[in-house]
């Protein structure tokens, strides 16, 4: 219908309006509603192209990882109210989604020779305070012709990543540097934590054991070859290859640290999480932090 009135409304001088109505079989009265609907037409268009630059805007600042959910959170975060329908629709019309991943290798290698410590979080990745209880694995990023192996340290109250460690190898130290770092963060008295990770030899070494029992860590560790056991730290791999290996290519070990640091700063301060509230895991913790100040202000 509308190419009907448009075509109408560029000829109407030529042959007048009750003509063409009559021979395109439409209505005058109904002609005459679609101009008088023309002012409030441009305005939805010139609407549409303002979101659609800011949903642009945004899309790239999270370097094209973001879809509909988190693009829409962050639109009504920066400049208030729009329907998530809306931003489907703009973001489909410009070619623009968010990220899916590739199924990839697994990095876990299992000493079936050493006793593993006791699973004492049961799949629940969930803790209402920090530094309750933290989880951690090992996955592999391509650099040049060969890989380097990043062990994370995440808290499983804001998803915040405490602390990581990047190297050439897959050692012992990788995930003891990795547990340092997120001490360190942390203020360097974590006692009484829960450290959950897999059985990898790496998780089940005695230089690991000896770091724990220093700073106090009470160690976990689900069953072999289950993912779900260890599902938080698989999940934020999952993100982190999404994300930052999209269209990456590093040739040197200074470009992989490099990128995965700003990566990780981005992600604790910036990324959304949808289990947060699409709040970021930094805001978060502060968030968290406030309201229990508040209430021993109140007590």
Known sequence: MTGRWRFISEFRDLYGVQRLCRV?????SGFYRWIAAAAARAARRAADEETAARIEEIHEESNGAYGVPRVTRELRERHGV???????????????AGRHLRRSVRT???DRSVPPAPDLVGRVFAAPEPDLRWCGDITYLPVGGA????????????????????????RADLVVDAVRSAVAVRGGD???VVFHSDRGAQYTSAAFAAACRTHGIRRSMGRV????DNALAESFFATLKRELLYGSRWLTRTQACLAVFAWMAWY???RRHSALGYRSPVDYEQ???SSVTTLDLVA
Do not use: F, P
């Open 24 to 28: 395109l079989g439409v209505s005058a």
């Open 82 to 96: 729009v329907n998530h329908k809306r931003v489907a629709r703009l973001m489909r019309e410009r070619g623009l």
């Open 108 to 110: 876990t290698v299992a």
């Open 147 to 170: 890989w380097m192996y990043l062990a994370t340290v995440i808290d499983m109250h804001s998803r915040r990543v405490v602390g990581w460690s990047l190297a050439e190898h897959m």
């Open 190 to 192: 974590v006692r009484g």
């Open 225 to 228: 070859g289950s993912s779900y």
């Open 268 to 270: 604790n301060r910036r």
């Open 287 to 289: 968030q968290h932090a």
